[in-house]
């Protein structure tokens, strides 16, 4: 089979909580101590991967690192038994579901040793996603150990923070030629800390051997960040050649522009100005948050979360874009709140890879059929609901690590990843 685009989404684990560990990250902070659902969260995700089988593209999954992090803990000279009350909410975090954080991936025909690269993000800035890394590298080189495709890089040394494929884009013609990556990094961000920083950019752009002519490097606005966007991906989105932006994503906006438009002249650029859809209204609503997808029909597709719908300037926009005579000719509406209340939409749930199915390990893809049985995992084992305080409940983390397990069962993935 031909090289294809391959979503993977992270499965949504049975302590998905609400504790408001996300500095900058509103949602997550307004959310903070409501009561969380893990498994109507984990099958929203579910019905996410569904509705894009159904499109004809194709999926993959990851799954739930163990919740709490007992080797995390240990480390820290405790456990879940004696966890201080500080550590017990960063050790339980299911964050591990937001996808497009575990790495940055370059297909293969970016790279000079022509295999697909992937750099496992070591997420330092958050206290309670830095300890994700080692769980997404053991899953990454099982899925990917076929060395003759993919070359699987652990973390870049923590002094320099990276959160993954949230702040890269791939621009370029599918997967056949070589294309351009453009990587996005924070300078400051006003209140906020500014997560990815430009020496991680670089260092994984030599890992992974990018040509430095077909490489940007472009600084996240200060305002973008200040105003809530964490990660690029909350205020941008690219797929082949078009890029979808908000006109305040970028700090050297003209700039960037020129120096992606001289690289890629078939590039198209929707832009969605200010004065029609505020930041504010960007970042509440999730738009660019979205999966951009090419359909096996050749049309581009936006998939946006509920909450584009409901945000009236938003959505009328929307509308008006797919009308008109630009390259996204479809919308497409999925339902994952819960997610979304820890500032989550569909884009984050997901890492894309272009590579051969056949080259990956079989247990990370999915099918109609394969889903079935996550989702009759999930309705038997995920906690129906959790609020903060529960997390200290013996009983709970019980429940939390046998429905993992049930999963790991359900999938034929050994436990101890
Ligand atoms: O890192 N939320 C995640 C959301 C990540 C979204 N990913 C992308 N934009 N690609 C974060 O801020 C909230 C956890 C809590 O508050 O319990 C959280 O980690």
């Avoid at 159904?54 to 480390?75: K, M, Y």
Wanted: negative net charge.
């Amino acid at each position: 089979m031909a090289i294809v685009e391959i979503n993977f989404d992270g499965i949504v684990g049975p302590s998905h909580n609400y504790s408001g560990l996300s500095l900058g990250n509103i949602a997550s902070t307004t959310n903070k101590g409501a009561i969380a659902f893990p498994r109507a969260a984990a099958l929203q995700g579910v019905e996410k991967m569904r509705r894009n089988l159904a499109l004809g593209l194709n999926q993959g999954v990851f799954l739930p690192h163990p919740r709490p992090n007992r080797e995390w803990l240990a480390a820290l000279g405790t456990d879940p038994d004696t966890v201080p009350d500080s550590l017990r909410q960063t050790a339980f975090s299911a964050s591990a579901m937001w996808a497009a954080n575990a790495a940055t991936v370059s297909p293969a025909p970016d790279t000079a040793d022509g295999r697909c690269h992937l750099t496992v993000a070591n997420l330092r800035t958050m206290a309670h996603r830095s300890h994700e890394w080692p769980g997404t590298l053991a899953q990454l080189e099982i899925a990917f150990a076929d060395e003759r495709h993919f070359a699987v890089h652990p973390p870049i040394p923590p002094t320099f923070g990276d959160e993954g494929a949230a702040n890269h884009m791939r621009l370029g013609a599918r997967h056949e030629s070589p294309g351009v990556e453009v990587f996005v990094h924070g300078v400051r961000g006003g209140p906020f800390p500014a997560r990815q920083h430009v020496e991680a950019c670089r260092a994984i752009a030599r890992l992974h051997g990018l040509d430095p002519d077909r490489t940007l490097f472009v600084a996240q606005s200060e305002a973008a960040i200040a105003a809530g966007a964490f990660h690029n991906d909350v205020v941008a989105v690219a797929n082949e050649n078009v890029l979808f932006a908000h006109e305040q994503a970028f700090e050297d906006r003209p700039d960037f522009y020129a120096a992606l438009k001289r690289r890629l002249p078939e590039l198209e650029i929707v832009e969605v100005p200010a004065s029609a859809i505020s930041l504010e209204d960007a970042i509440r609503s999730y738009l660019f948050n979205a999966q951009l997808v090419t359909l096996p029909e050749g049309v581009m597709a936006l998939v946006v979360p509920e909450e584009a719908r409901e945000t009236p300037a938003v959505w009328n926009w929307l509308e008006q874009m797919v009308e008109g005579n630009g390259p996204i000719r479809r919308l497409i509406v999925v339902d994952v709140r819960q997610s979304m209340a820890n500032g989550g939409g569909p884009a984050c749930l997901r890492l894309r890879v272009a590579a051969d199915p056949a080259t990956i390990d079989p247990r990370f893809l999915v099918d109609e059929i394969r889903l079935d049985r996550i989702s009759a995992c999930i309705e038997a084992h995920w906690p129906e609901q959790i609020a903060p305080p529960d997390l200290a409940d013996p009983a709970l983390t019980q429940a939390v690590e046998k429905a993992r397990a049930a999963l790991c069962r359900t999938l034929e993935l050994p436990e101890l990843i």
